[in-house]
């Protein structure tokens, strides 16, 4: 008897996730055969069904179909709010107080409504395109084509990041130019550098002949062996010191939380390019920093 149980395991959470899920989604046949598969299944979920976490029983179609179709939303969501960062800078707007007003809407909600430089890792892009690919399988391709786009946008955020940098750099040019990269994992609390925009950056970077050096809190070894042609370094003083660009591209607790007017006197020039929107630019500009960020004035 076959069975179809996706799972919604989110990267770094994966234990916390098992024990207590957000919801379960039983793929069953019909009949006999599907209801001696809950009875089954209830048994193995016991603990978490007892905590109230919701049961999905549905058809096997339907059951694969989930954990792919809540990645493209998530997907989705992240690439809109990416595409009105894209509106925000030619218009004069600023994506966060956007995403704050828009997310008031119990309809639409805060999460994953932040801009910036996208997503990678190794379940979102490749749900995505594997949503697609199935999809044309079945000959249901146009259903699903507005994914293509969703890709698109967020591979887009990634040049849109080099642009920033040459912006901020006050016509000195690339080539040459000392750019410490802040983040490597694809996403905080992770190792991962699976498609990682935060690495893809900083590889753009060096192909253009910018010194690149790369530090972060778990990802510096994976991204080591992914790209062994970066500079890399253990801590964020020893990555800034004497660089010309700062750029925040993985959004880790420590990160958030730098004193700009520490890192003043170690960096060449205080310039620095928020690519997840995670900083106090406020606090840095009062620090003396210049201070760019994808879809902010």
């Known amino acids: 008897m076959l069975v179809w149980n996706p799972e919604f395991l989110r990267e770094g959470f994966a234990v916390e996730d098992t024990l207590h899920p957000d919801r379960l989604v039983y793929g069953v046949p019909e009949g006999e055969a599907g209801r001696r598969a809950v009875d089954v299944l209830d048994a193995v979920y016991a603990a978490p069904l007892g905590e109230g976490t919701p ?24 690439s809109f709010i990416n595409a009105m960062a894209e509106l925000c800078e030619v218009a004069g707007g600023d994506v966060t107080r956007l995403a704050d007003a828009i997310g008031v809407d119990c309809r639409i909600g805060r999460r994953f409504l932040n801009a910036g430089l996208g997503f990678g890792g190794g379940c979102l892009p490749k749900d ?38 040459v912006g901020v750099l006050d016509g000195r040019p690339l080539a040459g130019a000392r750019i410490a ?3 490597a994992a694809f996403k905080p609390d992770s190792d991962d550098v699976r498609d990682s925009p935060a690495l893809d950056v900083a590889e753009r970077l060096h192909q253009r002949s910018a010194r690149v050096v790369v530090t972060d809190p778990q ?11 970066l500079r890399y370094a253990e801590t964020v003083e020893e990555a800034v010191d004497g660089v010309d660009a700062v750029l925040v591209l993985t959004e880790w607790s420590e990160y958030r939380t730098l004193d700009p007017g520490k890192l003043t006197g170690l960096v060449a020039s205080p310039r620095v390019v928020d690519g997840r929107n995670a900083l106090d630019a406020q606090a840095w500009r009062e620090a003396g920093w210049t201070y760019r960020a994808l879809g902010r004035p």
């Open 181 to 183: 990269v802040l983040g």
């Open 55 to 78: 049961r999905i029983v549905t058809d096997l179609p339907t059951a694969e179909l989930v954990k792919v179709a809540a990645n493209s939303f998530l997907a989705t969501k992240i």
């Open 128 to 165: 995505i395109r594997a949503f697609m690919a199935r999809a044309e399988e079945l000959h249901a391709d146009p259903a699903v084509s507005f994914l293509r786009e969703v890709d698109s946008i967020n591979m887009r955020r990634r040049e849109r990041m080099v642009d920033l940098t």
């Open 219 to 229: 990802a510096v070894p994976n991204a080591r062996r992914k790209a062994p042609q």
